[in-house]
């Protein structure tokens, strides 16, 4: 176990990224976390609320916007001083209309899980402002989850047009279900992860899932009708009953335990196992070997750098 004094979370306000900071919070050896929120009033409430139940004074906001690569840049220009571990949380189901496209020419979507985050780690690695781990919160979407209607990404030729095209958007037509576009997004990142890892040996860069995580608002984007069934019927009635859900505490513990254990190795995709959502984790590519493709990873990275300027 490696120790980690300063942590960068983003999305911290809520969720499992707010759990991650409690968790990490109550660590003896952290000395700060960085709650980066695009909300400056959530922030300061969450802030106040780590504070009382850790009793520790070591939260500071930065406020931040993944969705938008200026807000990005401006609060990684503000940092002081580097940290030691970041954990790119912020993302879900990308607002109201996830599949409009954003003034950087990409879908909500990704925008939210994944543009901003690329941006995060360029700029920290250019200022050498990030010392040893990165994690990005991926999905078992990526690889598929047929109980929940999630097909596993299905690309023809996985170049680096295909995957800017599911990144502006144009792969899917307007029937497709945002939560399958959510799977594609998510893939895209893991594929990411694993290239900056090649690219940068000195670091541990990860992917990791939370797994299928309750208490969290990350349903509450979706159309009514299936926020109706995900949020009210599937995550507290039938996934329990299946074992497919677990607890807030048991998700943000598999980010806390990615950034602090160094048994999880560098350029690997963890999630649950194969049809399973919860319990232990394993290197997704046993699953879908598709991940473990150094060329589809790196047609991945150059596709989505074609959307920063
Ligand atoms: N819960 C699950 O079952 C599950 C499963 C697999 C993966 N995940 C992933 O885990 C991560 C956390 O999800 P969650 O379940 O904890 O959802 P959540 O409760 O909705 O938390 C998401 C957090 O991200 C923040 N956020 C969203 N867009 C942002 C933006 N543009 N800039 C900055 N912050 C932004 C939200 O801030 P606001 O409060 O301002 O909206 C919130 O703090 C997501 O990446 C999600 O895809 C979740």
Known sequence: MKMNKTILITGANSGLGKDTARQLGLKKETEKIYLACRNETKAKAAKADLEKITGRT??????MDVS??????LAVAGLKEPIDALVMNAGGMGGNSPMDITSDGVTSLFATNVLGHVVLMDELLKEKKLNKVALYAGSEGARGVEDMGMNRPALKTSSEDEFAKVIDGTFFDEKTDPMEAYGYIKYIAALWMSSEARNNPNLRLITMSPGFTSGTAVMDDLPFAKKLMFKYIMLPIVAPLKGLVHKLEKGAKRFVDGISDDSFKSGIFYASKA?????????????FPDLNNSSYQDNANAAIHRFIK
């Not at 070591?58 to 406020?63: A, G, K, L």
């Not at 938008?68 to 840049?73: A, I, Q």
């Not at 049809?275 to 997704?284: A, P, Y």
Request: hydrophobic share 35%; net charge neutral.
């Open 68 to 73: 938008n690569p200026d807000s990005v840049r």
């Open 275 to 287: 049809k399973r959502l919860t319990g232990q984790v394993t290197d997704q590519s046993t699953i």
């Open 58 to 63: 070591i939260f500071e906001i930065v406020i």
